[in-house]
């Protein structure tokens, strides 16, 4: 079955440490997507990727940082730039440009601090 | 330009209907519907794409009205299994989604 996995499931960080998500995808998306959810706050945008060895800053990539070497993996990587990780971290990806296409989302890595 | 979404959360009883709103200070591509249950990822119900379009999705539907730059998702006859945070995601005709803060929606039987 096609889909999106993120892992690890849950992740914990310490002081100083830079932590990296994964998230894989096997439907053959152009487009990835890394949000974060924070409660009450929605899905923030933090990184998007259009096509391989591209990428765009969301509306909150300070302290984060992507890379997109191959079309099916786009991992996130939570440095230690980055006061407040503790959140849940989502991955989402479109066939394309996603104004007229569904995001399809991975289930999450829940990330807190030690 | 996050979506304003309205009402944050919402108490309903088996088989009551429910509105939930959307609003953008800029005009609009697209607007897309997601539902998320507790600790699980954000499921795709709809997308809405011109002006004055209204879909339908079993008892669940949309509006969205191009010259007000708002969207509204109708919940009708709910059942149990419609229990969840919505959120509406808007797409100012770029590549990306910007959404809403989500309405929590709790069905009791």
């Known amino acids: 079955d096609g889909g999106i996995t993120q892992s690890p499931k849950y992740l914990f960080r310490k002081e100083g440490q830079n932590v990296t998500l994964s998230c894989e995808q096997n439907?053959?998306?152009?487009?990835m997507y890394w949000y974060r959810q924070d409660p009450g706050q929605g899905l923030r945008l933090i990184y998007y990727s259009q096509i391989v060895n591209d990428f765009q800053k969301g509306d909150i990539a300070e302290g984060y940082s992507v890379s997109r070497e191959k079309k099916e993996s786009f991992p996130l990587t939570v440095t230690s730039a980055q006061k407040n990780p503790t959140a849940f971290y989502l991955c989402a990806s479109s066939i394309f440009r996603t104004g007229n296409q569904p995001q399809h989302f991975g289930d999450g890595t829940r990330l807190s601090i030690l | 330009q996050q979506p304003v979404q309205s009402p944050q959360a919402v108490i309903l009883r088996e088989g009551e209907d429910a509105v939930i709103n959307c609003s953008s200070s800029?005009?609009?591509?697209?607007v897309h519907w997601y539902r998320q249950k507790h600790g699980e990822a954000p499921v795709f119900l709809m997308i809405?794409?011109?002006?004055?379009e209204q879909k339908g999705h079993d008892k669940i539907s949309a509006s969205f009205n191009e010259k007000k730059q708002q969207s509204s998702l109708y919940l009708t006859a709910s059942q149990l299994s419609y229990s969840g945070t919505y959120f509406c995601?808007?797409?100012?005709?770029?590549?990306?989604?910007?959404f809403g803060t989500g309405t929590r929606l709790t069905i009791i039987p």
């Open positions: 809405l794409l011109k002006g004055g």
């Open positions: 800029k005009a609009l591509y697209s």
């Open positions: 995601g808007f797409n100012f005709g770029n590549e990306k989604l910007t």
């Open positions: 439907l053959n998306h152009d487009a």
